[in-house]
């Protein structure tokens, strides 16, 4: 066991740490996040309803919209709008989960009566989920940091589900793809 002169320092380290965790998390613009994440949920509803324009301007699809409630560290509470779409009988419900995820800018699960699909803010040119961890020394402790890459062109992708992940690109073919199967079409 530690003697007690070594575990106050190794809390006064940890205390230290933590400061400059809320610091970093204090340097971001958390609205501007919110804000682009909603702007990006909004270039999502704008693709899907051009995918299916021939459908709506038909009647056969009909889509409508709800405010939900989100909830995220740093950013706080806000609103966010979940798209419904009825096709007959059967609904897919888009809901936005959120931006602060881990290898991604922002996650919408699809729903329907079959199943449940991810769609995911990713690069341009990603085939699956790549996370660079960096470590920083502070001392004698490297601790992991990971780091938002830069200038990444974020697209909208269908991630497969676990355990091998590949990102699929968002086109209209993939969409009908994706809706008969959670709907199971």
Known sequence: MNTPRKNAAEFDEFVLRQQSTEIEAASVDWCQERDQWLDYLNVLYTAVEAFLK?????????????????????????TARQMVLQIGKQHVV???IGTLLIGTKGRVDVEGAAGKARLILADRDAQRPQIKVTVKRDGDNPRPVTEPPTD???????????PQVSY????QDSLFELVMEVANG
């Open 152 to 162: 990444i062109d974020w697209t909208w992708k269908i991630a497969t589900m676990p």
């Open 54 to 78: 021939p459908y709506i301007d038909g009647g056969t699809i009909a889509i409508s919209y709800k405010d939900v409630l989100l909830n995220e560290e740093n950013i706080g509470e806000y």
């Open 168 to 171: 699929i690109d968002l086109t």
């Open 94 to 96: 888009f809901t936005p």
